[in-house]
């Protein structure tokens, strides 16, 4: 089975870092690139065709959202993992329906990153259990 490759979506470069750690921990995962922002997760989704993509919501430029919605029609394989301090349940429910697979609070993301990578690899999608609100893991 080859590696899954992930493109990370994060505008802060010490958590960019912190979960590149986190990722590289793994070796059945390759990080195939780093993106800044939305519009930048746009460009290279659409070049590199990861597996999975994890994004922040809170991106300058194009937030996560808006850029997911323009990967799922340039590349409708790769699946969206949220990585985020975003906790409304109105956006956790947005996220889901427009296509995610996963949405892990960065609180906690060291238990839940793993797990949820794991969770969508398989085929299932997974959800923090810290959000509550019967959002727990589906």
Same mark, same amino acid.
């Given at each position: 089975?080859?590696?899954?490759? %992930? ?11 912190? %979960? ?6 793994? =070796? ?21 065709? =990861?597996? %999975? %993509?994890?994004?922040? #919501? ?21 699946? #969206? ?39 969508? #690899? ?17």
């Amino acid at each position: 089975m080859s590696p899954t490759r %992930i493109l990370l979506v994060e505008d802060f470069r010490p958590q960019r870092h912190l %979960i590149a750690l986190l990722l590289n921990r793994n =070796p059945n995962l390759v990080l195939v690139s780093e993106a800044e922002d939305g519009v930048e997760a746009v460009a290279q989704a659409q070049q590199l065709r =990861p597996d %999975i %993509i994890l994004m922040d #919501i809170a991106l300058p430029r194009l937030n996560g959202l808006d850029a997911a919605r323009q990967v799922r029609c340039l590349v409708p394989t790769a699946k #969206i993992v949220f990585l985020t301090q975003e906790t409304d349940s109105d956006v956790v429910r947005e996220a889901f329906g427009m296509g995610a697979w996963g949405y892990v609070l960065k609180q906690e993301m060291g238990a839940d990153l793993p797990a949820a990578l794991d969770a969508v #690899i398989q085929g299932k999608r997974f959800v923090s259990d810290g959000l509550g609100d019967g959002l727990s893991r589906r």
